[in-house]
């Protein structure tokens, strides 16, 4: 099945630094790009919608100058988490849809641990 | 956001014993998918149901779809001491800020050897 990476897998970062987390389609292009954040026992929440060549499209509530979203190509989604707080500390997700923006094959990264000290 | 509730919020069992988790949404949805996700760990993806259909299977998985009730339940039979992890529905579909899949906030099932 089709891969999507995510790097790095984990990372801990001191507070007031900034963080940039990849995502990355392995096998094949992707317009667009998920960005999920889960706190410990919790679902996932979906923090925006990465658009290559475009603005990213963020959910209520999330700040999107702190959260900042680059989809630098086809392939490639980044996050950075800018002035990282440790209230930041998450498990981050991001998913890409194999078949278009609205393909029913949606893959999954295997996550990145953030942890703000 | 998260699209709806899933219930029970968590579930102990005994093996060999069946498992039942529902999941219940708010809009309307192309598909709806479960997944599991194991402590700590990214997410394993267990089967994806079409909003056409109303019932699958996928070997121990057996999944349920009703439309008109907005909900979905999961059931895994003969449950393992494997099977322990937390299981969460996702559903696919448009929304007032376009095509979004939306996770429901999970079932955290136990299964006890």
């Known amino acids: 099945g089709a891969v999507v990476s995510q790097h790095p897998s984990r990372v801990i970062c001191k507070s007031g630094t900034s963080v940039k987390i990849e995502c990355r389609s392995l096998?094949?292009?992707?317009?667009?790009m998920f960005w999920y954040r889960q706190f410990p026992k919790q679902s996932l929440m979906l923090m925006a919608t990465s658009n290559e060549g475009s603005k990213a499209t963020y959910e209520q509530g999330v700040e999107k100058d702190k959260f900042l979203i680059n989809h630098a190509s086809l392939t490639l989604s980044t996050l950075t988490v800018t002035s990282a707080h440790p209230e930041d500390s998450s498990f981050y997700i991001c998913s890409a849809p194999k078949g278009g923006p609205r393909s029913y094959e949606q893959y999954f990264g295997p996550g990145t641990r953030l942890t703000v000290t | 956001s998260q699209q709806g509730e899933e219930d029970p919020q968590a579930l102990s069992i005994q093996e060999g014993e069946n498992a039942t988790m529902n999941c219940s949404y708010k809009t309307s949805i192309n598909n709806l998918q479960w997944y599991r996700q194991n402590s700590g760990r990214g997410l394993v993806h267990l089967i994806l149901i079409r909003s056409n259909e109303r019932e699958k299977h996928s070997g121990r998985l057996r999944v349920t779809l009703d439309t008109s009730k907005k909900s979905s339940s999961l059931l895994i039979t003969a449950s393992r001491a494997a099977d322990t992890a937390s299981y969460f529905c996702?559903?696919?579909?448009?929304?007032?800020?376009?095509?979004?899949?939306?996770f429901g906030a999970g079932t955290r099932l136990f299964v006890k050897a």
């Open positions: 096998d094949f292009q992707a317009t667009t």
């Open positions: 996702a559903t696919a579909g448009i929304t007032s800020g376009g095509f979004k899949t939306i």
